[in-house]
């Protein structure tokens, strides 16, 4: 079965944090935070459409949890980079 993100995967479980030029820069914060803007919209919208379809609990809905857990730790390792202080 093919998973809700492989279309569009905002963040491969293989290519962690690529996109950030260098990190504490202004340029890096920028850019990450646009990024984060963009993966929780994807998220948000991909939850809306399985959570009000009638197949609600499908494995659709568990593997996007599961890739969207996998995105935010991810996402959270990105931010630790780039703003050590704020652990």
């Known amino acids: 079965m093919q998973s809700p993100l492989q279309a569009g995967r ?3 479980n293989d290519e962690p944090a690529q996109i950030i030029p260098a990190p504490s820069s202004a340029a890096a ?3 990450l935070g646009a990024y984060l803007r963009q993966v929780v919209s994807i998220h948000t919208k991909m ?5 009000f379809d009638q197949r ?5 809905l568990a593997d996007l949890f599961e890739e969207a857990g996998t995105s935010y730790l991810q ?6 980079t780039i703003q050590p202080s704020a652990r």
């Open 10 to 12: 905002p963040i491969a």
């Open 29 to 31: 914060t920028d850019m």
């Open 47 to 51: 939850f809306e459409k399985l959570l």
């Open 56 to 60: 609600a609990m499908s494995h659709e």
């Open 75 to 80: 996402l959270s390792e990105m931010i630790s």
